[in-house]
């Protein structure tokens, strides 16, 4: 196939730079905010990669960055994989042993360091010898450690690297099956497992993602990206506002709601993407300051990662004008699998407005080369009727086909491209589907099956909760029983007793939770979501 057919980044994510010459990224770090015109990045993007190629950058290696969402890392997400090299983003809130663990494998040369996460960058650096670069985006802090290797290391100022050389002419010709980059997320078992993504699973996820039954991103659309550019390639967002000519307003570190709340304000950000737990934040900052902030210019916004509750997607709805699109997605697909707008078709587009808002409480309609089915414990495939439930399948053109490096979980990758998401769902006659739980969060009762997700769902849209978790603890006559964790509002009470009867239309007696522990606060992963493994281990003590 000649280069120009073949589905390559560079083809796709720099065509902002030709259409939309006056778009471009908002990035808004501690050392200032700066306007990125489209045109300048792509330039940056040449800039960069003659640095790096100055550096002796190679095809194939891994390049990692250490970083929030900001100007310096779309640089790297641009003209590290169109470089032929392989862009690894890792998690920033994981801890010194989980990040050692997954560079052991990728062995990054250089690597790209938010100045804020230096002293992380610099301890890596001290215990990964074959780490050669450290590039610091932003201005040095006043307290960063000295450099650990000062012979085989060296530390340089991205903008430095940016101006030394002259920006690179063309980019070179890849094949689609180049692997343009690698995230990791985090393992039951504690080992990270990590998936590598190809130009074309990039380009063909990124092509989806501009799809009007999607989100209906356009290029007259200004996004906030919550979701982190170390999580998940950022779910291909700067490359889809490349593509489109979007802009991308890049929030750095500072995810606080109040902010979100200033951000989408003074941008004019139409459209954004979160996990819930940000959203249900920005709702109670909004119900703390009334008449603070102008969301007229928001249309809708993305949440997934996680399950929002319809309390949540309600009062956007009725309180904001806002409609929000519930995702579900996962690191081993690239990561975006579904969306579910109000309405798609011609049929739900007649419906009354509660009947669209409760589609939008599923995970909703897989993107186009994606395909969802449902299997029993033998495998055996389960009817689409809206309320079997079974472990859900996916294949498609974004499934990987195994961790990039090898992991126990290994097996959840079929021979024939299915995966095993680990995730219960049901789909339903229209090709709607649910996510009912993660099978491991599960609860078995007396020998049938509690959803965690359903009680949290109900559980999180009372007035008093904050935050809620549940999860089963270990029953010598049951085998497990639903335990609620929850976090109140300031000055609200709560028992279980109130829990039970307010559960009791939706909820049988024995799906009931029996126990409710109040905390003071939710714990979440990395990533934003309930952290149940700290919860469980909560309950052994
Ligand atoms: P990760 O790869 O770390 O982003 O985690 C992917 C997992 O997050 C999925 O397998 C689901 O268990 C969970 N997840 C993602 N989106 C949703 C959603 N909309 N509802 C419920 N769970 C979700």
Same mark, same amino acid.
């Given at each position: ?10 083809? &796709?994510?720099?065509? =902002?730079?030709? !259409? %939309?010459?006056?778009?471009? /990224?908002?990035?808004? +770090?501690?050392? @200032? ?127 430095? &690297?940016?101006?030394? =050389?002259?920006? !690179? %002419?063309?980019?070179?010709? /890849?094949?689609?099956? +180049?692997?343009? @980059? ?360």
């Amino acid at each position: 196939m000649v280069p120009s057919r073949r589905l390559l980044l560079k083809h &796709l994510a720099f065509r =902002a730079g030709t !259409i %939309a010459p006056l778009g471009g /990224l908002i990035s808004t +770090a501690p050392d @200032g905010t700066v306007e990125v015109g489209w045109p300048e990045v792509v330039m940056r993007a040449r800039r960069l990669a003659a640095g790096l190629l100055a550096r002796g950058l190679r095809a194939g290696e891994r390049v990692g960055t250490l970083a929030f969402n900001d100007h310096r890392h779309a640089d790297a997400y641009f003209a590290v994989p169109c470089l032929g090299a392989t862009l690894h983003p890792i998690n920033v809130r994981w801890n010194l042993q989980e990040t050692s663990t997954v560079l052991e494998h990728t062995r990054d040369r250089i690597l790209f360091v938010d100045a804020g996460l230096m002293t992380r960058g610099l301890e890596l650096a001290a215990t990964c010898p074959w780490i050669e670069y450290i590039v610091r985006f932003g201005p040095p802090l006043d307290d960063e450690p000295d450099n650990p290797r000062p012979d085989t290391l060296e530390i340089i100022d991205h903008e430095t &690297l940016l101006d030394a =050389a002259e920006p !690179i %002419a063309a980019w070179p010709d /890849l094949e689609e099956d +180049a692997l343009m @980059g690698m995230c990791s997320t985090s393992g039951t078992t504690g080992i990270p497992k990590t998936v590598a993504y190809s130009h074309r699973t990039t380009c063909l996820q990124t092509m989806a993602l501009g799809l009007t039954d999607c989100m209906r991103l356009s290029g007259r659309d200004t996004v906030l990206a919550i979701v982190p550019m170390f999580h998940a390639l950022g779910w291909c967002f700067p490359y889809a506002c490349g593509m489109l000519g979007a802009g991308l307003v890049l929030p750095h570190r500072d995810l606080r709601p109040e902010r979100i709340l200033d951000l989408i304000t003074d941008h004019g950000v139409t459209t954004s993407v979160a996990v819930p737990t940000v959203w249900n934040a920005v709702l109670a900052a909004l119900d703390a300051n009334p008449g603070r902030w102008n969301l007229d210019h928001v249309d809708r916004v993305v949440s997934g990662g996680a399950a929002p509750t319809e309390g949540m997607i309600r009062r956007f709805r009725d309180e904001h004008g806002v409609e929000v699109i519930h995702s579900w997605g996962m690191t081993e697909i690239n990561p975006v699998g579904t969306m579910s707008p109000a309405a798609t078709t011609r049929e739900e587009a007649g419906f009354e407005p509660d009947r669209r808002l409760r589609h939008q409480t599923v995970a909703g309609r897989p993107l186009p080369g994606l395909a969802v089915e449902i299997v029993d414990e033998e495998g055996l495939p389960l009817p689409h009727d809206g309320t079997t439930t079974g472990r859900l399948l996916v294949s498609g053109w974004w499934v990987a086909e195994d961790y990039a490096f090898d992991h126990p979980d290994g097996d959840r990758f079929g021979p024939d491209g299915r995966l095993d998401t680990g995730d219960v769902a049901s789909i339903d006659d229209r090709g709607r589907m649910a996510i009912r739980d993660r099978a491991k969060d599960m609860i078995k009762s007396g020998g049938e099956w509690i959803s965690s997700l359903a009680l949290e769902r109900a559980i999180g849209d009372f007035p008093e909760i904050e935050g809620c978790a549940v999860v089963g603890r270990p029953d010598d006559r049951w085998g497990e029983r639903p335990v609620v964790f929850a976090s109140l509002h300031e000055g609200a009470s709560l028992d279980v007793e109130t829990v039970r009867d307010r559960l009791d239309h939706d909820f049988e007696s024995w799906q009931r939770p029996d126990e409710l522990l109040i905390i003071d606060s939710i714990p979440l992963t990395s990533t934003g979501k309930i952290d149940k493994k700290t919860l469980r281990a909560g309950l052994r003590t």
